[in-house]
């Protein structure tokens, strides 16, 4: 059974960072792709970035491009995402997720596996 486990959500100031990990439990994760998405109030699942583990290019929204990183510990089956140069329009729930198609793709309904997500609130 698949778990993914999300951690180190938390409020920070505009201009602030974060980093937010994601535990991946249950399969052997070689030939999925990882992803990030967050969800704020009102609004629906947005793609933020991801990769697929076989891959060496990772994948991000236009709204978080050079300003956040995804990076991964393989042994620990653990993916990052590093969160920089923070906005108050990130605010918003954080889910990891696997897709075990191997895809990085924005929409949502790809991806199979779901974190319970972690919040990170930025204020102004």
């Known amino acids: 059974q698949v778990q993914l486990l999300e951690s180190g959500g938390g409020l920070v100031q505009a201009g602030g960072s974060l980093r937010l990990s994601c535990a991946a439990s249950g399969r052997t994760f070689s030939s999925y792709a990882m992803g990030w998405f967050r969800q704020a109030p009102g609004k629906g699942r947005e793609f933020v970035g991801g990769?697929?583990?076989?891959?060496?290019?990772?994948y991000y929204a236009d709204s978080v491009k050079g300003r956040f990183t995804i990076s991964r510990d393989s042994s620990k089956n653990t993916v990052y995402l590093q969160m920089n140069s923070l906005k108050s329009e990130d605010t918003a729930v954080y889910h990891c997720?696997?897709?075990?198609?191997?895809?990085?793709?924005?929409?949502?309904?790809?991806?199979?596996?779901w974190g319970q997500g972690t919040q990170v609130t930025v204020s102004i």
């Open positions: 997720a696997a897709n075990s198609k191997g895809a990085v793709v924005p929409g949502p309904a790809e991806w199979d596996y």
């Open positions: 990769f697929n583990w076989s891959g060496i290019r990772s």
